[in-house]
Structures are given as C-alpha cells and as structure tokens.
C-alpha cells in the first residue's frame, strides 16, 4: 500500500483527493479540494462508535464491515468515476487508520490505484498550523474601513489588475459583525479558514512581492 506524506500531497500536480469520512467530519474542516465519499454517514459512525466504546474493537469492526459491504460497489464507482477525471488519486481519513486503508485495499482489488495521506487530515491540519505562521509576507497593505465603503470592491479590482491578494471575509465566509452571512452558507469554521489562508499563501509565496 502506498502511502503519500502531506508535503508530498502538497507538490502534487492535480491530485484527486477523496476525504472517506462522515461528512459532519468533511464539513467540520477538509483539505481545499477535496471530495467528500463518506464510507458511513453521521448516525452510522456514531453507531460504530458506540459499539468500539462499549462492545470493544471487535464488535466494532465487525459492524463496520455489516454496514460498508452494501456499499462498496457504489464507492468503488464513485471513486473511479473521480480518478477519471485527474492523475493521482490520494485517499485520506482522519488519522490514516482503518478507513483510508480499507478504501485503498477495496480500490487495488478493483484495479484502482491509490495513495493513503499518512496521517489523515490530522496530520495535514498539524502541518498547516506550524507553516502559516512562516508565510507571512515581510510587506504587505491591509485594506480597512468601515462596513459597506466597498473593500471587496476594491479588492476584486486588484486582483483583475494581476495584484495578489487574500479576501479574508470570504476564506472566513463571514462579513463581519453587521452583515454576518447574509447572502452566504453558513461561514467556515477555524479549520476551513486555516486551510483556506494556507492555500492562498502558498499561491503566492514565490511572487517577488512578497
């Protein structure tokens, strides 16, 4: 089984990701993207979860496999359909455990080759933090005003101009304390936010502005 660090997801030339968790885990923070095939949905982790807690490993296990086998072929047809559409398809849960591996295995039987993110999304949340504080520009303009002056504006217009920029208020999904998201989703959390100025940092790192 192959496996794929964080630094080397990261220099990957348009990689498939593919995020196996629930997707209240995918919406609780993701690696910028990538596709959410979940191997169980909310209530059946939870289930799972239950049964490890109190049942022990085994039992666990043992319903996990119950509940993913119904499933397989439409995982190994979604993800095929997915690697279709790219070069390395790299496949990852929240630590590297059992999900990831299981995936993988069920993908190389079918003829689908893949690679495990050692380490799951923890590890690339783990990586992000401890590099976002080294990608602060040595020169940079922080546009600031008051609510409705039209900072976005102005800063769409710098970007069409070739300027790089980073809008903050739409990694947050957020417009502030007044606006809030009125006219949005629901906002990102801190995680989403993190991975949001880590991409958009590394977009612009090599440029001589910064």
């Known amino acids: 089984m192959k496996e794929i660090s964080v630094e080397e997801l990261l220099v990957t030339k348009q990689p498939i990701i593919i995020d196996v968790r629930s997707p209240i885990e995918f919406k609780d923070g993701s690696i910028p993207r990538a596709i959410n095939i979940p191997l169980f949905s ?3 982790r939870q289930e799972i979860g239950t049964i490890y807690k109190h049942e022990g490993p085994a039992n666990a296990k043992w319903r996990a496999m119950e509940v993913v086998s119904p499933k ?3 995982l190994l047809k979604t993800m095929k359909e997915a690697a279709s559409k790219g070069s390395d398809l ?4 929240w630590r590297g455990g059992m999900r990831s591996k299981a995936v993988v295995t069920f993908l190389e039987f ?3 080759y893949a690679s495990r993110l050692e380490g799951g999304y923890k590890a690339f949340r783990q990586y992000i933090l401890k590099e976002i504080p080294t990608m602060f520009p040595e020169k940079a303009v922080v546009l600031h005003g008051l609510t409705g002056v039209g900072k976005t504006e102005v800063l769409k217009y710098l970007k069409v101009m070739g300027y ?3 809008d903050l208020e739409e990694m947050a999904g957020h417009r502030g304390s007044i606006f809030g998201t ?3 989703e629901d906002g990102h959390n801190q995680k989403m936010f993190d991975s949001l100025l880590f991409k958009g940092f590394r977009k612009y790192r090599d440029l001589l502005i910064f």
């Open 72 to 74: 397989i072929p439409f």
């Open 164 to 166: 790089p920029i980073l």
């Open 90 to 93: 790299i496949i990852y849960c």
């Open 42 to 44: 909310d209530e059946e």
């Open 110 to 112: 079918a003829g689908i």
């Open 182 to 184: 009125i006219g949005l």
